[in-house]
């Protein structure tokens, strides 16, 4: 059996006018040629956190659940004023219009509040799919305690992360989405608890999605994981005048001889 997964990131809804028309027809163009295909983004859905542009972003991605679910965790962006400047009411806000995963059979508040893991951690979520069990990981900072573009994963999210990957350990295909790039150090994009949160998803998660330097890079087996994907800004140009997002096939998740690959699905604007 063949399970298909669209990754998007960094659609920065809010930025500009072309942000938002970019995020319109990248919607359409999903629902047209993929729909039912779940919908990944991994964080900076708006661009500044703002209510207004959380209410846009809301909107396109309701228009994207009609054919597809959605499921998206946030990104530094959708917490601070341009990414860097921390608001104090930014996670009340993306609880409010854009952390409910909408288009799946069941459709529930938060995904990654309190509420939803068995020992009421904030900023991990649990997400059944078939065989695939998704995990979120809020490293956008709600809290402000790192203060910059950096990011920041705390030891109990990463206890409770473990937890969650130990459980669903048997006959599942486990995907781990995170925004900030967690293993590549440069200034002002060092994911604060990086390095303890590799050691928790080596050997114990099979693929593992996130997005912020705007790059798209893949790694296979690389510290113990067999596939790493990072986004490009979903909603940025490429050659050619080109909008693309990464489509990602897998051949009997959470199987022995489960298969997973992807491409880049490409169309003009």
């Known amino acids: 059996m063949e399970q298909m ?4 990131s960094d659609l920065h809804i809010g930025r500009g006018f072309k942000e938002t028309r970019m995020a319109k027809k990248l919607v359409a163009e999903i629902s047209k040629l993929y729909p039912k295909v779940p919908v990944i983004i991994s964080g900076d859905i708006t661009d500044s956190g703002a209510r207004c542009q959380c209410r846009k972003a809301r909107s396109i991605l ?25 608001k104090p009411k930014a996670n009340r806000t993306w609880k409010e219009y854009l952390g409910t995963p909408h288009g799946w059979k069941e459709e529930r508040g938060n995904w990654l509040g309190p509420e939803q893991d068995p020992k009421g951690i904030d900023g991990i979520g649990i997400w059944h799919y078939n065989d695939i069990v998704f995990i979120g990981i809020d490293t956008g900072d709600p809290n402000d ?3 910059t573009a ?6 109990v999210q990463r206890n409770a992360l473990l937890r969650a990957l130990q459980i669903h350990s048997v006959n599942k295909m486990r995907v781990v989405i995170l925004h900030h790039h967690p293993f590549q150090r440069t200034i002002g994009l ?21 997005g912020h330097k705007h790059r798209f890079e893949t790694w296979s087996n690389y510290k ?23 489509v990602i096939r897998a051949q009997d998740p959470g199987k022995p001889n489960m298969r997973i690959s992807h491409f880049l699905e490409k169309f003009n604007v």
């Open 5 to 8: 997964l669209i990754h998007l």
């Open 62 to 86: 309701k228009d994207l659940s009609k054919t597809n679910p959605v499921l998206p965790v946030p990104g530094n962006h959708d917490y601070n004023w341009f990414g860097i400047i921390g």
């Open 145 to 147: 305690e790192v203060g």
């Open 150 to 155: 950096e990011g920041y994963v705390s030891e």
């Open 190 to 210: 060092k994911l604060k608890g990086a390095d303890a949160l590799m050691k928790v998803l080596g050997g114990n998660c099979e693929l593992l999605l996130f």
């Open 224 to 246: 113990n994981i067999p596939h790493i994907i990072s986004s490009h800004k979903s909603t940025a140009e490429q050659y050619g005048g080109k909008l693309e997002y990464i």
